[in-house]
């Protein structure tokens, strides 16, 4: 069984290395196969030459590199990404150290007991949470995962809004293509959608950290995008 993660960045010089280093040491303590494919949005801060820096160390079959002009979104990064992966599994998460690969064993382990098709990291579960949150963005969180878990019956998931899961291939290949939302709506439709098409889902308690370098990509328009995108799935699903 192989592993696949896709890792979208903009702005991770800093970053890149450290998370690469952490699933590089998790995957081989592990004896699991993978790769990672870092998907980078022309970063001005030339997170593409670290990547490459890491490339030329760690060999083409385990960092594989997209490099895209301009910065195109989250969603079309995951399928860019996807058409590069090599593996029979999945993974996306956030390059900025927000997810630790620690938990992505439990992950397997969840998927390989139960077969789900997905499985999510999750911060609304018990042993779940959040560190180096301050209450405006916390409220922030559980005020738009609360809204879309009211309007969207997502059945038994609990973390709409994140964005660290691990997936089968095939799950994400069929998924993926229907998703026309942006930003942190995206998330939120992959799980709506996945349930339409009876897809099982697992979850696992995550503690998601806020970042430690760069600056946060949460802002006025991305929530606005989120709002969009949920008043937009609550009447076409």
């Given at each position: 069984?192989?592993?696949?993660?896709?890792?979208?960045?903009?702005?991770?010089?800093?970053?890149?290395?450290?998370?690469f280093?952490?699933?590089?040491?998790?995957?081989?303590?592990?004896?699991?196969?993978?790769?990672?494919?870092?998907?980078?949005?022309?970063?001005?801060?030339?997170?593409?030459?670290?990547?490459?820096?890491?490339?030329?160390?760690?060999t083409?079959?385990?960092?594989?590199?997209?490099?895209?002009?301009?910065?195109?979104?989250?969603?079309?990064?995951?399928?860019?990404?996807?058409?590069?992966?090599?593996?029979?599994?999945?993974?996306?998460?956030?390059?900025?150290?927000?997810?630790?690969?620690?938990?992505?064993?439990?992950?397997?382990l969840?998927?390989?007991?139960?077969?789900?098709?997905?499985?999510?990291?999750?911060?609304?579960?018990?042993?779940?949470?959040?560190?180096?949150?301050?209450?405006?963005?916390?409220?922030?969180?559980?005020?738009?995962?609360?809204?879309?878990?009211?309007?969207?019956?997502?059945?038994?998931?609990?973390?709409?809004?994140?964005?660290?899961?691990?997936?089968?291939?095939?799950?994400?290949?069929?998924?993926?293509?229907?998703?026309?939302?942006?930003?942190?709506?995206?998330?939120?439709?992959?799980?709506?959608?996945?349930?339409k098409?009876?897809?099982?889902?697992?979850?696992?308690?995550?503690?998601?950290?806020?970042?430690i370098?760069?600056?946060?990509k949460?802002?006025?328009?991305?929530?606005?995008?989120?709002?969009k995108?949920?008043?937009k799935?609550?009447?076409?699903?």
């Amino acid at each position: 069984m192989k592993y696949s993660v896709i890792l979208p960045t903009y702005n991770e010089r800093e970053n890149l290395p450290l998370i690469f280093y952490m699933l590089h040491r998790m995957f081989t303590t592990k004896a699991l196969s993978f790769e990672v494919v870092i998907v980078d949005d022309s970063s001005p801060d030339n997170t593409l030459e670290v990547a490459k820096k890491l490339q030329e160390v760690y060999t083409k079959e385990q960092v594989k590199i997209v490099s895209r002009k301009g910065k195109l979104g989250l969603g079309t990064a995951y399928a860019a990404g996807l058409k590069e992966c090599t593996g029979e599994r999945v993974i996306l998460m956030d390059a900025d150290l927000s997810h630790h690969p620690k938990f992505i064993p439990q992950m397997i382990l969840k998927m390989n007991a139960q077969d789900y098709d997905i499985v999510s990291g999750t911060r609304y579960r018990k042993g779940g949470g959040v560190a180096g949150w301050d209450l405006k963005r916390k409220i922030t969180s559980k005020g738009a995962n609360f809204l879309a878990t009211f309007l969207l019956d997502p059945g038994n998931a609990s973390d709409l809004t994140g964005s660290f899961r691990l997936y089968k291939r095939e799950a994400l290949e069929k998924i993926l293509p229907q998703v026309q939302s942006k930003g942190y709506a995206f998330q939120m439709e992959i799980l709506i959608l996945a349930k339409k098409a009876e897809m099982t889902l697992g979850e696992v308690p995550i503690t998601f950290v806020d970042r430690i370098y760069g600056e946060s990509k949460l802002g006025a328009n991305e929530i606005f995008l989120y709002l969009k995108g949920l008043i937009k799935l609550f009447f076409t699903t």
